[in-house]
């Protein structure tokens, strides 16, 4: 039975990581969604076939684009992978509204309106799916720790990453009688193209904190056809996110009298290339 995944950010680190893991399914037809063409090409040719959208997410027209080549291909869509994203540092003195405004278009915009665009045949789907025999239809938003825990220098990053998660959550509870699961993906510190993570790294007492792409990927399908509500990767980050509701004040003199603050990675989160 064919399973259709859709994939966004596919053309390196976690994208690129989910297509693999999900090619290993049996009878999965997988649709990669970025804007470096050549690599998704490339991928597709190892993964032995997948269509390819090489588009940017933040055009306007690029959600009624992408749906049109998922009807036309396919018909019909069991999982929509919403992965790609990108930080900039800076804070908000300097970067000012502009900074969020960048962030949000990303991050947050951009899989609300490919969402939006893409819901009605994921409804479509579940509708024609027999739960018993037919893998499960599902949403996975890939956020961040920090959608839970900001920094400083990263608050516009932190400001799209909390929209998704928010969302995520109500969005849940709207589709469950759809038949469509949502579920939400918070990676830590991890090492991909755009987040090297160089400095935490280069030392064994930082080393640990940081995780790899097909960690997130397997993640990503626990949330998804797994239909776990929520994953945290690696998962001992969700502490960090307990502590800040416990001790408020505790964990943001800690988060800004340096440590993580002053490091070179961006900040938790996924993939900057979509």
Known sequence: MAFVA??????????EATARRLAREPGTRLLLVARREERLQALAHELGGATVIAIDLTEPDAPARV???????HGELHL????????????????????????????????????????PLL??????????????????????????????????????????AGWSDALYGEERPHGVHVGLVLPGFVKTEGFP??????????????????????????????????RYVPRFYALAAGLRLLAPGL???????GGLTTATNPGPGPDTTP
């Open 67 to 73: 749906r049109e080549v998922v009807e036309r291909e």
């Open 80 to 119: 929509l992978v919403n992965n790609a994203g990108a930080s900039w540092r800076g804070r908000f003195a300097e970067a000012g509204w502009a900074g969020i405004e960048r962030h949000m278009r990303l991050n947050f915009e951009a899989p609300v309106r490919l969402t939006e665009a893409l819901l």
């Open 6 to 15: 859709l994939i966004t950010g596919a053309s390196s680190g976690i994208g």
């Open 123 to 164: 409804r479509r789907t579940a509708g024609a799916t027999n739960a018993d025999v037919s893998p499960r239809v599902s949403i996975v938003n890939v956020a961040s720790t920090a959608a839970r825990v900001a920094r400083p220098n990263s608050g516009a990053y932190s400001a799209s990453k909390f929209a998704l």
């Open 197 to 230: 993570s160089a400095e935490l790294l280069a030392h064994a007492r930082t080393r640990w904190l940081v995780s790899t792409p097909e960690r997130v990927a397997e993640a990503i399908f626990d949330a998804g056809p797994g239909g776990r509500a929520e």
């Open 251 to 257: 964990v943001r003199r800690a988060i800004s009298g």
